[in-house]
């Protein structure tokens, strides 16, 4: 017979694993910007604030292997959560990362705490520039809602993952290169344009060294079209957290399980 100390216990394990995980993929909080020790830190605070609210799971698994089940369980549905988050962030570097590629940033890579590596300029312009918005408009506080949300309506020890699920999840990434390429073309067909000018050019005096001339143009016409652009890029971003934000919920919503036998439970 399972005592009353080791479910509550349990209980706390699989919401610290639940919010650990969604700290992996999360905005801001998946980057590197907060150490391994700070986000465990958070999560045991999270968790401790919203133990005496947690639902005990019925029935709670009696051994080893139905709680490392249900320890996985907590894993699939924290990175759910927190890749449905991060889809606006991964967005806009998306869009900055095909500017990079266009304007020949590409080898001006520079070191990002984000993603602890070497990153495109213009694809971390527009990856803080994601995350100023996120947090003007408390897409971190609409993250915390989700997970306190998530513990009331998804068990601790099981959930379910259908194939509308999976389906709306690949069209939502499908969504992030159509969003990221909106982004990217106002610039993106500036250049192009310059290109075909510069071709033209070539044919007509090819006397002229059209590919340095290339680079500072490429440069000119990509900062120029960015920066008007920018405001239109910041007012899509906001529109597309507003939405990320239902589809959050959503998410959740999917993961909900029907009435059954939970598969952390093991049969007898």
Not at 7 to 27: E, K, M, S
Not at 38 to 45: D, L, N, P, R
Not at 92 to 110: N, P, R, T
Not at 172 to 201: D, H, K, N, T, W
Request: hydrophobic content about 55%; glycine content about 6%.
């Amino acid at each position: 017979m399972i005592d009353g100390p080791f479910i509550a216990w349990g209980t706390a394990l699989l919401a610290f694993v639940r919010i650990v995980t969604v700290f992996v993929q999360a905005p801001i909080f998946g980057g590197q910007h907060f150490k391994a020790p700070i986000k465990i830190g958070m999560a045991a605070s999270v968790t401790l604030l919203a133990f005496p609210n947690l639902p005990v799971p019925d029935p709670f698994p009696s051994d080893i292997r139905g709680f490392l089940l249900a320890i996985l369980t907590q894993i699939c549905v924290g990175l759910v959560i927190g890749w449905v988050s991060f889809l606006v962030m991964a967005t806009a570097q998306f869009g900055g990362e095909m500017l990079d590629v266009q304007m020949g940033l590409s080898a001006a890579a520079q070191a990002d705490p984000s993603s602890h590596g070497a990153v495109n300029l213009l694809r971390r312009l527009h990856f803080y520039a994601a995350m100023l918005t996120y947090l003007m408009f408390n897409g971190h506080h609409k993250m915390w809602e989700a997970i306190f949300y998530s513990f009331k309506k998804v068990p601790l020890t099981y959930f379910q993952m259908t194939e509308l699920q999976i389906n709306t999840m690949i069209a939502q990434g499908s969504e992030m290169y159509r969003i990221g390429l909106q982004i990217s073309s106002p610039a993106v067909a500036a250049l192009f344009v310059a290109q075909i000018a510069l071709g033209l050019l070539a044919r007509v005096a090819p006397q002229m060294n059209v590919f340095m001339l290339s680079f500072p143009m490429n440069l000119a016409v990509g900062l120029m079209l960015l920066t008007i652009s920018l405001p239109f890029i910041l007012k899509l971003l906001e529109k597309r957290m507003e939405i990320n934000n239902e589809q959050v919920q959503q998410a959740i919503i999917y993961l909900i399980p029907p009435t059954a036998t939970p598969i952390a439970q093991p049969p007898p």
